[in-house]
């Protein structure tokens, strides 16, 4: 048997079905491009013609140059009827795509149920509707929707669904564990039997609502499936879809099938995040692989352990899957933290010095007063690269105001930025839906003129902590802002008993971090034609 795997991405039909997702068509052609740069086989876009950002999608994918097969997704012919004369299955045709999924019933219950029709007209609807796709060229994948409830409730008839798609020249037979509640076990124990009973190829779809979704796809390829559906991120209905961030690595890594290149596998990090960015859903941090504290280290020991060799408490090189490693530093940790992080910014630190040890007591420091750099790598970064003689001022802050006005029956925020920029000041205002919007527009606003890179960041997260829960409104605040360029993300840190001030203070560490990451950057002196262009930009 092959030890090739095809992979399914669904992120564009099945994961838009997640709450809180919802892509235009501009961003299904962003991450189709990303998908199929990852190396993906087939890329399910949608259902041709169900809304306007599907027909938009279809028609310019058309010209995209895609190595994956663009893939539409519809339903088998309605009951009594002709699958020639049905609208959706024209719509696949028309749409000009060299794929399409048919999910069907396999299940006897919704036959009777949901479908209201017999047994054989079911069977009549799936080889009537795959025959009529390839009749019209296009390669034709079956999905058995709730196929591992009905093989348990009725094993004749669900094998009997596969055999007329199958006799009817389905190129993928793909088993469905809609409800998400079969367990591993018995998702390898019913694969088998399907391996021994059909001929055709064998696709595995699987939903998380018992979080076995990646499980259960391990545990069907392990038993013959060789295509594997899934979503970037796991994104999907109810509790999600499989999720192919864990899948393809644990397929490739692990197990030894080959799903993508080696060097495609490096831009799994990226690409999740890049979709994260699009689909404006936060990742969880602790998510496998792509993660951001995926492999990253905060107890002292864990941290003098893997200086000397990373096996110690990492399953494989971040860098295969475009990850990296990171250390902590917080309360908790030792002097092996501070220097490990150190010299992963390229500063020459001994662990055996005074400087060591000052910053070390500066950040046990900060911490007692509520800053958490644990989750603020970028403030962290900054504040070692000061304390290390290695950072630049880029812009120096004279001053801010706050304005909030109540006009009619909303409120509107104005910020007032004074700031100096290589000897030369700038005093500029900006609006915004709130005060720290309003900040955030006013510093941009001043600094663009001088570093137009800046237009790139955008603020991706804010959190607002109260640290000291018994001092009522007078309590000090942590605030955790988040910034992305699409290429990266960091975060930062800032304190105060005022909101806006710690706010003010973890936005300013994320520019002068963003502005830190872009090499050998100079100020750009503009005539006033220029920054007018900018600002009102």
Same mark, same amino acid.
């Given at each position: 048997?092959?030890?090739?795997? =095809?992979?399914f991405?669904?992120?564009?039909?099945d994961?838009?079905?997640?709450?809180?997702?919802s892509?235009?068509?501009?961003?299904?052609?962003?991450?189709?491009?990303?998908l199929d740069?990852?190396?993906?086989?087939?890329?399910?876009?949608?259902?041709p013609?169900?809304?306007?950002?599907?027909?938009?999608?279809?028609?310019?994918?058309?010209?995209?140059?895609?190595k994956?097969?663009?893939?539409?997704?519809?339903?088998?012919?309605?009951?009594?009827?002709?699958?020639?004369?049905?609208?959706?299955?024209?719509?696949?045709?028309?749409?000009?795509?060299?794929?399409?999924?048919?999910?069907?019933?396999?299940?006897d219950?919704?036959?009777?149920?949901?479908?209201?029709?017999?047994?054989?007209?079911?069977?009549?609807?799936?080889?009537?509707?795959?025959?009529?796709?390839k009749?019209?060229?296009?390669?034709?994948?079956f999905?058995?929707?709730?196929?591992?409830?009905?093989?348990?409730?009725?094993?004749?008839?669900a094998?009997?669904?596969?055999?007329?798609?199958q006799?009817?020249?389905a190129?993928?037979?793909?088993?469905?564990?809609?409800n998400?509640g079969?367990?591993?076990?018995?998702?390898?124990e019913i694969? =088998?039997?399907?391996?021994?009973?059909?001929?055709a190829?064998?696709?595995?779809?699987?939903?998380?609502?018992?979080?076995?979704?990646?499980?259960?796809?391990?545990a069907?390829?392990?038993?013959?499936?060789?295509q594997?559906?899934?979503?970037?991120?796991?994104?999907?209905?109810?509790?999600?879809?499989?999720?192919?961030?864990?899948?393809?690595?644990?397929?490739?890594?692990?197990?030894?099938?080959d799903?993508?290149s080696?060097?495609?596998?490096?831009s799994?990090?990226?690409t999740?995040r890049?979709?994260?960015?699009?689909?404006?859903?936060h990742?969880?941090?602790?998510q496998?692989?792509?993660?951001?504290?995926?492999?990253?280290?905060?107890?002292?020991?864990?941290?003098?352990?893997?200086?000397?060799?990373?096996?110690?408490?990492?399953?494989?090189?971040?860098?295969?899957?475009?990850?990296?490693?990171?250390?902590?530093?917080s309360?908790?940790?030792?002097q092996?933290?501070i220097?490990?992080?150190?010299?992963e910014?390229g500063?020459?630190?001994?662990?055996?010095?005074?400087?060591?040890?000052?910053?070390?007591?500066?950040?046990k420091?900060l911490?007692?007063?509520?800053?958490?750099f644990?989750g603020?790598?970028?403030?962290?970064?900054?504040?070692?690269?000061?304390?290390?003689?290695?950072?630049?001022?880029?812009?120096?802050?004279?001053?801010?105001?706050?304005?909030?006005?109540?006009r009619?029956?909303?409120?509107?925020?104005?910020?007032?930025v004074k700031?100096?920029?290589?000897?030369?000041?700038?005093?500029?205002?900006?609006?915004?839906?709130?005060p720290?919007?309003?900040?955030d527009?006013?510093?941009?606003?001043?600094?663009?003129?001088?570093?137009?890179?800046?237009?790139n960041i955008?603020? =991706?997260?804010?959190?607002?902590?109260?640290i000291?829960?018994?001092?009522?409104?007078?309590?000090?605040?942590r605030?955790l802002?988040?910034?992305?360029?699409?290429?990266?993300?960091?975060s930062?840190?800032?304190?105060?008993?005022?909101v806006?001030?710690?706010?003010?203070?973890?936005?300013?560490d994320?520019?002068?971090?963003?502005?830190?990451?872009?090499?050998?950057?100079e100020?750009?002196?503009?005539?006033?034609?220029?920054?007018?262009?900018?600002?009102n930009?």
């Open positions: 048997m092959t030890n090739a795997i =095809s992979i991405d669904t992120t564009l039909r994961g838009t079905q997640g709450e809180g997702i892509l235009s068509a501009e961003d299904k052609i962003k991450i189709a491009l990303k740069a990852l190396g993906v086989h087939y890329i399910e876009g949608g259902n013609g169900s809304n306007g950002k599907d027909i938009e999608f279809f028609q310019r994918a058309k010209s995209l140059g895609l994956a097969k663009l893939t539409a997704f519809g339903s088998t012919r309605r009951k009594n009827s002709l699958a020639e004369q049905d609208s959706s299955l024209l719509r696949i045709i028309e749409s000009g795509v060299p794929a399409a999924t048919l999910v069907g019933k396999s299940w219950f919704h036959v009777h149920t949901a479908l209201q029709t017999t047994l054989e007209e079911n069977l009549s609807m799936i080889y009537d509707s795959i025959a009529f796709l009749r019209n060229n296009i390669e034709a994948m999905d058995a929707e709730h196929f591992f409830d009905g093989f348990k409730n009725n094993p004749e008839y094998i009997s669904v596969l055999k007329h798609a006799d009817a020249g190129d993928w037979l793909v088993l469905c564990d809609t998400g079969t367990l591993p076990g018995e998702i390898h694969v =088998s039997h399907v391996r021994r009973a059909i001929n190829p064998i696709g595995i779809h699987t939903h998380n609502d018992c979080e076995l979704a990646v499980a259960n796809t391990l069907a390829v392990q038993a013959g499936a060789r594997v559906q899934g979503t970037i991120n796991g994104y999907g209905e109810r509790c999600g879809n499989a999720n192919l961030c864990s899948i393809i690595p644990n397929l490739q890594l692990k197990l030894g099938y799903c993508i080696a060097q495609q596998l490096q799994l990090t990226g999740a890049f979709i994260s960015e699009i689909a404006n859903v990742m969880p941090v602790g496998p692989y792509v993660g951001n504290a995926a492999f990253a280290h905060k107890g002292g020991i864990h941290v003098s352990a893997i200086m000397k060799d990373s096996k110690t408490y990492e399953h494989i090189v971040p860098e295969l899957v475009g990850n990296k490693q990171r250390i902590l530093v309360e908790l940790a030792g092996s933290n220097v490990s992080k150190a010299h910014l500063l020459d630190v001994n662990a055996n010095t005074d400087k060591t040890r000052e910053i070390m007591n500066r950040i420091e911490e007692h007063q509520g800053y958490q644990e603020a790598d970028a403030s962290l970064e900054l504040l070692l690269r000061e304390a290390y003689g290695e950072s630049t001022e880029l812009f120096k802050v004279e001053s801010f105001k706050m304005l909030v006005d109540k009619n029956d909303h409120m509107v925020s104005e910020a007032i700031i100096s920029v290589d000897g030369e000041v700038v005093y500029t205002a900006a609006e915004g839906n709130g720290v919007n309003a900040l527009n006013a510093l941009r606003k001043a600094l663009v003129q001088f570093y137009p890179e800046i237009m955008h603020l =991706s997260d804010y959190k607002v902590r109260v000291d829960e018994k001092d009522a409104t007078a309590a000090k605040v605030v802002v988040e910034s992305s360029d699409f290429d990266n993300t960091w930062t840190v800032g304190v105060s008993s005022n806006i001030e710690a706010s003010w203070e973890a936005l300013v994320s520019i002068r971090y963003a502005l830190l990451g872009m090499s050998k950057i100020p750009v002196h503009m005539n006033v034609n220029e920054r007018l262009g900018l600002v930009h």
